[in-house]
């Protein structure tokens, strides 16, 4: 994994950092967002919090289309109208 150090940050008494815009940038977060912080072995991933959930639930979702049998997007646009089709009965 290749890393490039951007930005440092000091560590507050109670253990609080202010992340460098550069930073704050690249994660795509601004005042009140979220987030996550992934330790892994002597280091730490950060991610938007949102884009983390996103990958998560893609990671969960894996192959559940297939399940579903939805090969192709006309599988897809099918499903939707035979969906929208019993909603209005």
Excluded: C, W
Aim: hydrophobic content about 40%; aromatic content about 2%.
């Amino acid at each position: 994994m290749d890393f490039v150090l951007v930005e440092s940050a000091k560590v507050m008494a109670k253990g609080q950092i202010t992340l460098p815009k550069d930073i704050r940038d690249a994660l795509g977060v601004r005042t009140g967002d979220r987030v996550t912080l992934i330790s892994k072995g002597d280091h730490v991933i950060m991610m938007n919090s949102t884009i983390y959930a996103m990958k998560v639930l893609q990671t969960g979702m894996t192959g559940e289309a297939e399940k579903a049998g939805l090969h192709s997007e006309e599988d897809v646009i099918t499903m939707i109208a035979r969906m929208r089709r019993e909603d209005n009965e």
